[in-house]
């Protein structure tokens, strides 16, 4: 089955204690990039990946790192998390280039930084 | 800056009748214009998408009609139904010449259909 994976779904954690949020694809997309979601503000890019080794920064990239050493992978880390990152996260994937640029999401992870 | 503008927050309808949800965009770079539906618990998934080529796109009872000279999209929903209840995201995105895939999206609609 086609889809986009996020790992762990649910994270409690405190303030500045490092954590990595995981995302694979089954679908050979060269493009990802994560979001977060927060209420009224709708969804926006955190950082996104054209391919293996090329990564930028979205719109809020301030606290986030990523990193792609595989087509199928694109962590997300947070050095030093703060409660303003208490959101929920979503990972997505795309063919670049191609006629359609679906994106596909992943289930989401929600994360509570106390 | 909001590039793209989404109305209503939220829309009550009842069972069978039509839902429309607007759009507005400021950026005449976007060339793809998707409509997301997400329902809780899950990631958004494609509803539905349009180019600036087109005036309207119509998959089922969902349609997408598109206004480029007032950079304005909606999405229509028909016969709507209860099953139809999620928060709807219009994005826009431009995908040529080798720029960032990013969506911009509208900050949703909460649809809730009344049996």
């Known amino acids: 089955e086609a889809q986009v994976t996020q790992n762990p779904r649910y994270l409690i954690t405190v303030t500045g204690k490092k954590l990595t949020v995981t995302c694979s694809q089954n679908?050979?997309?060269?493009?990802m990039s994560w979001y977060r979601q927060d209420p009224g503000l709708g969804l926006r890019q955190i950082y996104y990946?054209?391919?293996?080794?090329?990564?930028d920064k979205g719109d809020v990239p301030e606290g986030y790192k990523v990193s792609r050493k595989e087509k199928r992978n694109f962590p997300l880390i947070l050095e030093s998390p703060s409660p303003n990152q208490t959101s929920l996260y979503f990972c997505?994937?795309?063919?670049?280039?191609?006629?359609?640029?679906?994106?596909?999401f992943g289930p989401g992870t929600r994360l509570t930084v106390t | 800056q909001q590039q793209v503008k989404q109305s209503p927050q939220s829309l009550i309808v009842q069972k069978g009748g039509i839902s429309i949800i607007n759009c507005a965009y400021e950026?005449?770079?976007?060339?793809?214009f998707p409509w997301y539906q997400q329902f809780p618990g899950k990631g958004p998934a494609l509803l539905i998408a349009i180019r600036p080529d087109v005036s309207e796109k119509k998959e089922g009872r969902f349609t997408i009609s598109f206004n480029k000279s007032a950079k304005q999209f909606s999405l229509h929903i028909m016969d709507s139904q209860p099953g139809d209840s999620a928060t709807y995201f219009c994005a826009a995105s431009k995908g040529s010449g080798g720029s960032n895939y990013k969506l911009t999206f509208g900050k949703g609609t909460l649809l809730t259909v009344n049996p």
């Open positions: 990946s054209m391919n293996v080794e090329v990564t």
């Open positions: 997505a994937s795309s063919f670049f280039p191609g006629s359609s640029y679906e994106q596909y």
């Open positions: 679908m050979n997309h060269e493009y």
């Open positions: 950026n005449t770079a976007f060339d793809y």
